[in-house]
């Protein structure tokens, strides 16, 4: 039998006085992964890994201390999690002979059904991913393995024309899909008519709320271009072109009031500036702006959310070193200050490091690699409605269904 | 005012003196000094001679200079740095210095036993000390990390409160996490 001594109990004060406030301190300072085995040491650490309020709490202090970075990328019907810092310390020094091991197949608990299905991972936030495919909107939590089926709208469209965006407003405390439709108005041109909402947690299905204006970069290019976009302040970002106008300016749309809004490029910038292809991401908090011209590789950063005056140059590299490396330099995450950034290209993950001037590539599969990357930091946050009920038992096979969505 | 003394009675009854500004290291007690219904002595009813002493220790090295022990609670990264309108190198460095020296302290300040950081915590919590609820709560979790069920419940004498059946369950869990672990 699985127990504690039982006669250390004659101590004055054993873990049961303290009152709940610090165990869940105490608590909320451990990995996710460690809660969830630990749901078996007491009643009331079981509970906790499914308690709405902890599960905030955690979630806070990890995204304060962003231990446990992960990337999760798909490739056909597999959809990968790599360990930066794991692969950080044996691929950069052992130059590929760890490549193998560093890419862990997520588990997917709906897989058995779906093997055939070709996944691409649409968005990644607060530890939830929200996985695409032709079969309908996945979304799942890989640490409890909670997922979520979303059966796409029943209407005619392409998912090749189709840009998805998943996210949190802090300000309804509620995760949104938005789905944005285009269709082709004739060979080289797309409009939408046709913008979908779906609230996760409720019983409600997509809400349709016209169209947009707005052309999403991407979105006219055949070869299905991973879009770049950036969760910010309650709103996910792209670059998007206005429905008459070939400059393009970031566009947010905000989880809470699910509106569209034009943000403002740099003032620094001039026209020509804006005929290269300039990309959005969210780098250390803040909504980014990258560009990759021949001579120079710069980031923006705006400071002050919404204040055009405040977009800032953060970083900027010349091109020779970077030439090396074919294809669109994205980058993904700042690994240290004003030191390292961690970058994906076409051909495959490299850490900038702008101190020594150089590029470590990260040895990973090269088959593998398919650049529609995010970033991933596991949670314990959970996708249905019925917050605070009695956690299933995490199978091997079947992950726990939560409610099903309707088809609209 | 760094001259007013304070007196605290703890919950068996012995009185400990402190420096005002110390004492507003505690938020309970600040709002007490405050709150002007300072009536000589302070009765703590829930903090014990035992652990006073030891708490009104990180008082006098925290209080009244709650920018340095935010500065701790965060892990020594000033984050506060790059706002600062003069940035000064030699005020740098010696900031980096008492960053240094706070740390040392309180290395050897939280060396105690398991039972001084249960009464610790506790203190700390019904004070509203938050750097020194943040020190302790860590230590706590530091002792929780990388180990294994048994021993946590071993370590921090929790029994079991799972009926047989749930226990069962429990047991598989506990199974398949340590085939996962493995792989880690």
Known sequence: ?408 | MSSTKIFLKSSDDKTFEIDETAARASETLKNIIDGGCLDGVIPLPNVSSNILPKVIEYCKKHGGDNGSSKKIANGGVDKDKEILPDYDEEEDKREKVRVDELKKWEEEYMDFDQQVLYDLMLAANYLHIKGLLDLTVEKAASMIRGRTPDQIRENFNINSDFTPEEEEEMILIEDEWDDEWAFD
């Open chain 1, 1 to 408: 039998m699985k127990r504690g001594k039982q006669e250390q109990a004659s101590r004055e004060i054993t873990w049961f006085v303290l009152p709940s406030e610090i165990e869940d301190n105490i608590l909320s300072r451990l990995p996710v992964k460690s809660l969830l085995r630990f749901r078996c040491v007491c009643k009331h650490w079981c509970n906790l890994v499914t308690n709405p309020y902890f599960i905030k709490m955690q979630l806070n202090r990890s995204n304060q201390i962003k231990e446990g970075l992960k990337l999760v990328h798909a490739y056909g019907a597999e959809v990968y999690c790599i360990d930066v810092e794991a692969c950080r310390n044996q691929c950069v020094e052992t130059r590929g002979q760890m490549k193998i091991k560093m890419h862990k197949e997520l588990v997917l608990p709906f897989r058995d059904q779906f093997k055939n299905l070709f996944w691409e991972v649409s968005g990644s936030c607060n530890g939830l991913l929200c996985l695409s495919t032709y079969d309908g909107l996945y979304l799942l939590n890989p640490a409890t393995q909670e997922y979520k089926r979303l059966p796409y709208p029943k209407i005619r469209f392409s998912l090749k024309l189709t840009v998805f965006g998943f996210g949190y407003s802090p300000r309804t405390d509620e995760y949104k899909v938005v789905m944005i439709i285009y269709y082709y108005r004739s060979e080289h041109s797309v409009h939408c008519d046709d913008v979908y909402v779906y609230t996760v947690g409720t019983n409600s299905s997509w809400r349709s709320i016209g169209g947009t204006e707005y052309r999403i970069e991407g979105t006219e290019n055949w070869f299905h271009y991973p879009y770049h976009h950036a969760l910010v302040n309650g709103a996910i970002h792209w670059m998007a072109r206005g429905k008459l106008s070939f400059s393009m300016a970031p566009i947010s749309f905000d989880f809470g009031d699910e509106k569209f809004r034009k943000l403002s490029l740099p003032k620094s910038f001039r026209q020509e500036d804006t005929t290269h292809p300039m990309w959005l991401a969210e780098l250390d908090g803040f909504l980014s702006l990258y560009q990759c011209k021949v001579e120079n590789f710069n980031i923006w950063a705006m400071k002050d959310y919404g204040d055009v005056q405040s977009w800032t140059k953060v970083f900027s590299v010349a091109n020779p070193i970077l030439c090396s490396i074919w294809g669109l330099f994205k980058p993904l995450y700042i690994l240290k200050k004003d030191e390292e950034v961690l970058c994906e290209s076409d051909s495959g993950y490299f850490i900038l490091d702008l101190v020594k001037g150089k590029i470590c590539r990260l040895y990973l599969r090269d088959e593998l690699y398919n650049s529609s990357t995010k970033i991933y930091f596991e949670s314990l946050v959970s996708l249905g409605a019925d917050h605070g009920s009695k956690q299933e038992r995490r199978g091997k096979e079947g992950g726990k269904l939560a409610v099903e969505a309707t088809g609209d």
